[in-house]
């Protein structure tokens, strides 16, 4: 008996523990939140904090009908509409992160990006060619990121690039404030693609008529504003 307890006292046990940093959050890197039908892109989430062990996230999606995830975060898209991509942390709290999609009949056509030029030129970008005439576009202002848009701008003219870049040229009724911001609704675009923006004037303005830096080089490009040597603008 003694020796049995002699040789159970010189048996050890070792247990290691791993002390671990619990996830904080999740955030889905977006490269777009728009897809055609048919389509895929590729979604990457941010676990942190970036020392942690924890960093493989779960995809899920709202509506299978409308799009798919992959394990990998590919999502494809299957019939047009909106549809809810979610990443969840593998660790036991289960931190999440959420991007609302939308995927795009085939025929869509819609609004890529918008730039306010100068005080009185709005740039719209599409997707996709397609002619359209001034009055398709409505463009409104407010003041600030908070509250409604409350000034509706005329439109004198556009010039169209290639059906899928337009000037809008504003009347001289309103001018956009620096700082302030613009939406741009087109009207009778095909498909559910996206058809209202808005974009904020950040640009110093820098002379009388309210150009832009930015704007100034392009018309002078586009020969549509003469340089006055003596330094005192443009006309």
């Known amino acids: 008996y003694r020796d049995i307890q002699k040789r159970i006292k010189k048996k050890k046990a070792k247990i290691t523990v791993t002390v671990v940093k619990k996830v904080t959050s999740v955030a889905i890197e977006k490269p777009k939140n728009q897809l055609y039908v048919g389509n895929s892109l590729t979604l990457k989430a941010t676990v942190k904090p970036a020392s942690g062990s924890y960093k493989k996230v779960t ?98 003219n ?9 000037d809008i040229k504003l009347t001289d009724d309103y001018s956009v404030e620096k700082d302030s911001y613009v939406r741009v609704t087109i009207s009778d675009l095909p498909g559910n693609g996206v058809k209202t923006m808005e974009a904020q004037l950040l ?13 100034v080089k392009y018309y002078e490009e586009k020969g549509l504003l003469s340089v006055d040597k003596d330094n005192n603008g443009y006309r």
Request: glycine share 6%.
């Open 59 to 156: 995809w899920s999606s709202s509506d299978k009908k409308i799009a798919t995830v992959t394990k990998a975060g590919v999502v494809k898209g299957i019939k047009a509409g909106n549809v809810t991509i979610k990443a969840t942390s593998v660790e036991g709290r289960q931190k999440k992160a959420s991007l609302k999609m939308t995927v795009m009949a085939t025929n869509s056509v819609g609004i890529a990006s918008v730039e306010v030029l100068s005080n009185d030129v709005v740039r719209v970008s599409l997707d996709k060619a397609k002619a359209l005439t001034n009055k398709q576009f409505k463009i409104e202002g407010k003041r600030y990121s908070y509250g409604t848009y409350n000034r509706t701008y005329s439109v004198s």
């Open 158 to 166: 556009i010039r169209n690039y290639d059906n899928r870049t337009y």
């Open 203 to 215: 640009n110093e303005i820098i002379n009388e008529v309210g150009m832009t830096k930015r704007a």
